[in-house]
Structure formats: structure tokens, C-alpha cells
Nanobody
Framework: AVQLVESGGGSVQAGGSLTLSCAFTEDTSSSDFIGWFRQAPGKMREAVAILNRRAGEAYYGDSMEGRFTISQDSANKIVYVRLNNLTPADTAMYYC???????????????????WGQGIQVTVSS
């Protein structure tokens, strides 16, 4: 099964930027959709950005588009998400996900993914 490894998290001040990387091990149907989600303490996991790698289509969570951009390096099997103009509200664990189930939910629904990375912390200070 495809495996995911996130990198690039850390601490930044408000207004700063980070680029998160998700390296995946297999270029198969399991990695057709690669998504970034985040979860803050006491809150539900929410979509940040999803990439349909075959179609080149991107989906963004509520209020994410415009500040965050998802992209890929297919040759090296990496999906990036660029986080711009960060605020303290963006502080969370960020997770990479794969193996979209094509179930009843949309690609933005975290319940539609079977494989998850270990997560990486992003902390934004004011």
C-alpha cells in the first residue's frame, strides 16, 4: 500500500508562509488523489487542499483557496501545499492522505481516505 511522509512543518509568525511536502511511495490508483487535511485541538479534521493528480484538478477547503496552493512534482512523487499569509487560526496538525474511496462524500471529506501520514505540526504565533 502507498505510504506517506510529511515534512516542512514548523513555527512561523503571523503573515508568514510555509510549504508542506507529502512524499508518497507508489504512483498507482491509490495515489490518484492526494489530500492535505488539518486538525486543531478539540476541532474536527478539515480539508485544506486536495489534488486529483491525474486530472490536475485541485479542491480547497472553506476559506483556504487564495491563501493556500496545492501542487505536485510527479517525477519525485511529492505533493506540496504552500501556506501563505498564515494566522494563529491556522495552527494545527497537518496530515497528508491518500487512497480516496470514491464513496458518498466528496474529495474534501476526510472520511473518504484510507491512508494517512503521521502528521506534522504547524504553529503560527501572533
Amino acid at each position: 500500500a502507498v505510504q506517506l511522509v510529511e515534512s516542512g512543518g514548523g513555527s512561523v509568525q503571523a503573515g508568514g508562509s510555509l510549504t508542506l511536502s507529502c512524499a508518497f511511495t507508489e504512483d498507482t490508483s491509490s495515489s490518484d488523489f492526494i489530500g492535505w487535511f488539518r486538525q486543531a485541538p478539540g476541532k474536527m479534521r478539515e480539508a485544506v487542499a486536495i489534488l486529483n493528480r491525474r486530472a490536475g484538478e485541485a479542491y480547497y477547503g472553506d476559506s483556504m483557496e487564495g491563501r493556500f496552493t496545492i501542487s505536485q512534482d510527479s517525477a519525485n512523487k511529492i505533493v506540496y501545499v504552500r501556506l501563505n499569509n498564515l494566522t494563529p487560526a491556522d495552527t494545527a496538525m497537518y496530515y497528508c492522505a491518500a487512497e480516496y474511496t470514491y464513496g458518498l462524500g466528496t474529495p474534501l471529506d476526510f472520511r473518504e481516505y484510507r491512508i494517512w501520514g503521521q502528521g506534522i505540526q504547524v504553529t503560527v504565533s501572533s
